[in-house]
């Protein structure tokens, strides 16, 4: 099994103001990341608009990351699909180019939604492949959430061994982490509490505007630095509020222009933030100077 402890920055997909995918800026940012010392980065993440970037890109990007990384942190990649055996494609594509673990949506979008299900889908992809899986609960965009009992049975799975969850009720995180299986934080706003309670690390996309900050954060909990932790989560608080309710990715990726790590505009049809958002950002940001 590959540890995913710490900090797993959920990459922002670089992009030229045309939509086009920014390879070279991808690069430059892998390197920026690493430098300061995430210890982690997610390919083709959710933040990086997975759903809105084609399986072509979604291949270069991961074949340029896994290269460029070179071994510096963990790689983990979405290989997440509609179709089952697009999934088990992406997964192995991801796999022969070294990836450390694979992040995996369940099959969403009228797909299977009871337990039996749900772990025929993950099961199919765990047999076929021999890379350490992430499973991902993010009910607010999926519909389907991943129950205790669930989670349980696809532990027993060879590959299965993470789940991330960005649901946002600390109640279901801390009967996940009850059961002993390993748990990634997603929601933002619950980062230093889950790492408090147990978590032994996160899938963290609001870490693109504020690597450093997040690093800090998880070396003062794991020193149980909790006084000076939670000093830290006060002037990270602010923008992680904002940033979670509506606009998300458009929100981040203006958090990320602002303080200098510069990932270009969003893909349409998402949105870029509008004058007044952008301008509310701003002053949530101006508490991590």
């Known amino acids: 099994m590959t540890e995913l402890t710490g900090i797993n920055l959920a990459m922002q997909t670089p992009l030229h103001d045309d939509g086009s ?4 800026r991808w690069e ?22 997975h759903p809105y970037l084609t399986r072509e890109e979604c291949d270069r990007l991961y074949e340029v990351g896994a290269k460029r990384i070179d071994g ?15 999934v088990i494609d992406r997964a192995r594509h991801a796999e022969g180019l070294g990836a450390d673990a694979l992040m995996i949506l369940p099959p969403y979008l009228e797909g299977p939604e009871d337990d039996d299900g749900l772990f025929a889908f993950y099961e199919a992809i765990d047999s076929a492949i021999n890379t350490t899986i ?47 299986q390993k748990v990634l934080n997603g929601c933002d706003p619950n980062t230093v509490f889950a790492l408090i309670a147990g978590a032994p690390g996160c899938i963290w996309g609001a870490a693109n505007y504020m690597p450093d900050e997040s690093v800090q954060l998880y070396d003062h909990v794991v020193k149980r630095e909790i006084p000076e932790a939670m000093a830290l989560w006060d002037r990270m ?30 893909r349409a049809p998402v949105q870029d933030v509008s004058k007044e958002e952008a301008k509310t950002l701003a002053a949530c940001l101006e508490r991590l100077k």
């Open 21 to 24: 995918v920014n390879y070279a």
């Open 237 to 266: 608080i602010p923008s992680l509020l904002y940033i979670w309710r509506g606009n998300y990715i458009a929100k981040v990726k203006a958090a990320a222009r602002l303080r200098g790590f510069d990932g270009g505009g969003v």
């Open 134 to 180: 992430v499973g991902y609960n993010i009910p607010q965009a999926t519909g389907i959430s991943i129950s205790v009992e669930l989670l349980n049975r696809l532990n027993e799975l060879e590959h299965f061994d993470y789940i991330k969850d960005s649901a946002g009720d600390i109640t279901t995180l801390q009967e996940y982490l009850a059961t002993g």
């Open 72 to 86: 510096r942190c963990k790689v983990i990649c979405q290989t997440s699909a509609l179709v089952q055996d697009e």
């Open 28 to 49: 430059t940012l892998i390197d920026i990341y690493i430098d300061a010392g995430v210890h982690g980065l997610v390919l083709g993440s959710g933040t990086g608009q």
